[in-house]
């Protein structure tokens, strides 16, 4: 992993992407900011409910009702150095930055693949909506997308339909169709999650090595840390819809500024090769306490603050989003002390 | 593989087949593994392996086509079926999904108090009783005994299920991927817990997952499965500290290791897991080894014993070539 190059392609400030539920409001995405610098991978890292999809849904502008954005910005660098805003971007506007300037790639790749179309005639279509290329220019380029993410017998498999690819394979035609324009940012939605272990090293390889080649930026969206310590340059931490952690990579492994952060790896038991310790006893995992809170019904102040073994009175009072070390966020009030 | 008085659980030959429209599926072939009293034994496998049908065929809750399911001495899988009730009493399971795996028109009091009364152990205020202890057992406030279970997390669900599974008293579970649909800071939560009932109880468990290194942490011992076959099994400090078999050092160097400064040695297999109604003839797994050779496609290979314990089934297990040092997962 090469160091990052310094401007960023995609900044996302103070994003709000909230669901009005009757007279509740979920507040999915509150509040949220980071940067993309161009040729990096960004890890947006949470459990079920902290707000990383909702984010990544937000970005491309995918949002299905009640959801909507309610408040920042999500400014995207284009080619020739001009930052337009995504959230407010006219939807006909936006219809060119998809699959064109930035694409999106999914845990189900039936999300994105069509099963009444052919693989192939499904990569020639979105070339063709993007670029000015002739049918037969466009299947070339298909089957060089499909060798490009290692489908084998790539002119073959242009004319399979969804259908009759393994699961491994669908992914990889996904993606093919993702990066088929050549787009600067990619959005990975947890796209490894349902593959077997076997497999989803076969993927993360893939999308390591297409990263590093085609210089993209990458914004990987997972719940696995595992994964994160792989590809990731740097680590955005949510929790219950606001961002509680960023870091580059090694930092944040080697040294949490989040007690959230500092717990969710604490409970993930780390390879030891079967040993127990010479009393014959398994170690413990520390787990955290209570379970992930509903958005819709957050507690006022810190919202981990109710699982937090270093909670405190003024955790009552919400706190910032602080430098904690140089490049290195936190939202807590004794971040120094985690 | 003698039935000694310290194996509760001898699988012998365990198969099953299912008829489908594309042909015979072979789910489960030729398994064979022990499970000693009050010791915990992980089935891992991908997708396909059979890891889940093999542990319900211990049950019985899939029939087995063949094969000796040898529970205390008593070969479960020749008693007719209305005989295995009273065995069900000593034997439970815990499914992966805490969502449909509890009624949700019961209260949780008759989804615990419904094995009580089905063996006839407890009633009224005995029962009622019953129920606030094992909810307490497993973490759970009493008072919620009358809630269904949409009023609960989903790691608070899967301690119901756990609860359920407990209220029996048996002395056997086969927890079928019980964390895996739990979010990670809740999962630790339900392995410590699993942990806890089984020394307290001296359970023995059987423990199916796909996550290798939730299984290394709570496993004794591990059965490594590949497409209804066992590729490799022993106990778990050898296991994963000196894996034998091509595919469980792939598996095992494939996961990822939340640390960004661990070596990668990975082996990446080609391809994808063949169809099992059509496995590879000989090694299933030859068609995704790099070591495979002709003499691989032409028996399957027994699983033969390379240390007490350890068994590997691989016709090349002893050669030099194979267990090279840079490909042991203990340089990842």
Same mark, same amino acid.
């Given at each position: 992993?090469?160091?990052?190059?310094?401007?960023?392609?995609?900044?996302?400030?103070?994003?709000?992407?909230?669901?009005?539920?009757?007279?509740?409001?979920?507040?999915?995405?509150?509040?949220?900011?980071?940067?993309?610098?161009?040729?990096?991978?960004?890890?947006?890292?949470?459990?079920?409910?902290?707000?990383?999809?909702?984010?990544?849904?937000?970005?491309?502008?995918?949002?299905?009702?009640?959801?909507?954005?309610?408040?920042?910005?999500?400014?995207?660098?284009?080619?020739?150095?001009?930052?337009?805003?995504?959230?407010?971007?006219?939807?006909?506007?936006?219809?060119?930055?998809?699959?064109?300037?930035?694409?999106?790639?999914f845990q189900e790749p039936m999300t994105s693949l069509n099963p009444l179309f052919t693989v192939g005639d499904q990569i020639v279509e979105m070339i063709r909506l993007h670029e000015k290329m002739s049918r037969r220019?466009?299947?070339?380029?298909?089957?060089?997308?499909?060798?490009?993410?290692?489908?084998?017998?790539?002119?073959?498999?242009?004319?399979?339909?969804?259908?009759?690819?393994?699961?491994?394979?669908?992914?990889?035609?996904m993606i093919a169709l993702a990066l088929a324009c050549d787009p600067r940012v990619l959005i990975a939605d947890e796209p490894t999650t349902a593959l077997d272990v076997t497999i989803q090293a076969q993927v993360l390889?893939?999308?390591?090595?297409?990263?590093?080649?085609?210089?993209?930026?990458?914004?990987?969206?997972?719940?696995?840390?595992?994964?994160?310590?792989?590809?990731?340059?740097?680590?955005?931490?949510?929790?219950?819809?606001?961002?509680?952690?960023?870091?580059?990579?090694?930092?944040?492994?080697?040294?949490?500024?989040?007690?959230?952060?500092?717990?969710?790896?604490?409970?993930?038991?780390?390879?030891?090769?079967?040993?127990?310790?010479?009393?014959?006893?398994?170690?413990?995992?520390?787990?955290?306490?209570?379970?992930?809170?509903?958005?819709?019904?957050?507690?006022?102040?810190?919202?981990?603050?109710?699982?937090?073994?270093?909670?405190?009175?003024?955790?009552?009072?919400?706190?910032?989003?602080?430098?904690?070390?140089?490049?290195?966020?936190?939202?807590?009030?004794?971040?120094?002390?985690? | 593989?003698?039935?000694?008085?310290?194996?509760? =659980?001898?699988?012998?030959? =365990?198969?099953?087949?299912?008829?489908?429209?594309?042909?015979? $599926?072979?789910?489960?072939?030729?398994?064979?593994?022990?499970?000693?009293?009050?010791?915990?034994?992980?089935?891992?496998?991908?997708?396909?392996?059979?890891? !889940?049908?093999?542990?319900?065929?211990?049950?019985?809750?899939?029939?087995?086509?063949?094969?000796?399911v040898v529970f205390d001495g008593v070969d479960l899988a020749a008693l007719p079926a209305r005989d295995m009730r009273a065995w069900r009493r000593r034997m439970q399971i815990v499914f992966q999904d805490p969502y449909?795996?509890?009624?949700?028109?019961?209260?949780?009091?008759?989804?615990?108090?419904?094995?009580?009364?089905?063996?006839?152990? /407890?009633?009224?205020?005995?029962?009622?009783?019953? $129920?606030?202890?094992?909810?307490?057992?497993?973490?759970?406030?009493?008072?919620?005994?009358?809630?269904?279970?949409?009023?609960?997390?989903?790691?608070?669900?899967?301690?119901?299920?756990?609860?359920?599974?407990? /209220?029996?008293?048996?002395?056997?579970?086969?927890?079928?991927?019980?964390?895996?649909?739990?979010? $990670?800071?809740?999962?630790?939560?339900?392995?410590?817990?699993?942990?806890?009932?089984?020394?307290?109880?001296?359970?023995?468990?059987?423990?199916?997952?796909?996550?290798?290194?939730?299984?290394?942490? =709570?496993?004794?011992?591990?059965?490594?499965?590949?497409?209804?076959?066992?590729?490799?099994?022993?106990?778990?400090?050898?296991?994963?500290?000196?894996?034998?078999?091509?595919?469980?050092?792939?598996?095992?160097?494939?996961?990822?290791?939340?640390?960004?400064?661990?070596?990668?040695?990975?082996?990446?297999?080609?391809?994808?897991?063949?169809?099992?109604?059509?496995?590879?003839?000989?090694?299933?797994?030859?068609?995704?080894?790099?070591?495979?050779?002709?003499?691989?496609?032409? !028996?399957?290979?027994?699983?033969?014993?390379?240390?007490?314990?350890?068994?590997?089934?691989?016709?090349?297990?002893?050669?030099?070539?194979?267990?090279?040092?840079? =490909?042991?997962?203990?340089?990842?």
């Open positions: 992993m090469s160091a990052a190059p310094a401007e960023p392609i995609l900044r996302v400030e103070n994003l709000k992407t909230w669901f009005e539920l009757g007279s509740r409001v979920a507040r999915s995405v509150d509040d949220v900011s980071f940067d993309v610098r161009r040729g990096e991978t960004v890890a947006v890292v949470g459990e079920s409910g902290s707000g990383k999809s909702v984010t990544s849904l937000s970005i491309m502008r995918l949002l299905s009702p009640p959801g909507r954005i309610v408040g920042g910005r999500i400014l995207y660098r284009t080619q020739e150095g001009t930052e337009i805003d995504l959230a407010t971007l006219p939807e006909h506007k936006m219809r060119g930055i998809r699959g064109r300037e930035i694409a999106m790639i220019e466009a299947r070339e380029r298909a089957r060089r997308m499909l060798e490009l993410v290692e489908i084998p017998a790539a002119a073959r498999r242009l004319d399979d339909y969804p259908h009759q690819m393994s699961g491994g394979m669908r992914q990889r035609a390889d893939l999308l390591r090595r297409l990263q590093a080649e085609l210089g993209m930026s990458v914004v990987f969206v997972t719940h696995n840390l595992g994964v994160v310590a792989e590809l990731a340059h740097r680590v955005v931490v949510m929790y219950a819809g606001r961002v509680v952690e960023s870091a580059p990579v090694n930092e944040l492994f080697e040294r949490q500024r989040h007690p959230y952060t500092k717990g969710l790896l604490a409970c993930i038991p780390t390879p030891r090769h079967g040993r127990t310790d010479p009393s014959g006893e398994r170690p413990r995992l520390t787990p955290i306490p209570g379970s992930v809170p509903n958005v819709a019904a957050l507690p006022p102040g810190c919202a981990f603050a109710p699982r937090c073994p270093l909670a405190i009175a003024k955790c009552e009072i919400d706190p910032p989003l602080e430098f904690a070390a140089p490049g290195h966020l936190s939202r807590c009030w004794r971040h120094d002390e985690v | 593989m003698s039935e000694r008085p310290d194996i509760l =659980l001898s699988v012998q030959g =365990l198969s099953k087949t299912f008829p489908t429209r594309g042909g015979l $599926v072979r789910a489960v072939e030729d398994v064979s593994f022990d499970v000693r009293r009050g010791s915990i034994v992980g089935l891992v496998g991908e997708s396909g392996s059979g890891k !889940t049908t093999a542990g319900r065929c211990v049950l019985r809750l899939v029939e087995p086509s063949a094969g000796r449909s795996s509890l009624n949700p028109r019961l209260r949780v009091e008759d989804i615990i108090g419904e094995a009580l009364d089905t063996h006839g152990l /407890a009633r009224g205020g005995k029962r009622r009783e019953r $129920v606030a202890e094992l909810l307490r057992r497993v973490g759970l406030d009493p008072e919620h005994a009358r809630r269904f279970p949409h009023e609960f997390s989903g790691g608070q669900r899967q301690r119901i299920g756990i609860a359920r599974a407990l /209220a029996v008293e048996p002395e056997f579970i086969v927890a079928d991927e019980p964390v895996s649909a739990l979010d $990670v800071s809740v999962q630790a939560q339900v392995l410590n817990l699993l942990q806890d009932l089984q020394k307290a109880y001296g359970l023995t468990m059987l423990f199916i997952a796909h996550d290798l290194s939730v299984v290394e942490y =709570l496993c004794d011992e591990v059965v490594v499965m590949y497409l209804g076959r066992v590729m490799e099994r022993g106990p778990s400090r050898l296991v994963y500290g000196a894996p034998r078999h091509p595919y469980t050092r792939a598996l095992l160097s494939a996961a990822p290791t939340p640390d960004p400064k661990a070596p990668r040695g990975r082996i990446v297999l080609q391809g994808d897991i063949p169809s099992p109604l059509d496995p590879p003839s000989g090694c299933v797994f030859r068609t995704r080894c790099r070591y495979a050779v002709a003499a691989c496609a032409a !028996t399957v290979p027994a699983a033969e014993e390379v240390a007490p314990g350890h068994a590997v089934a691989c016709i090349r297990r002893d050669d030099p070539e194979l267990n090279e040092p840079a =490909l042991s997962p203990a340089g990842r």
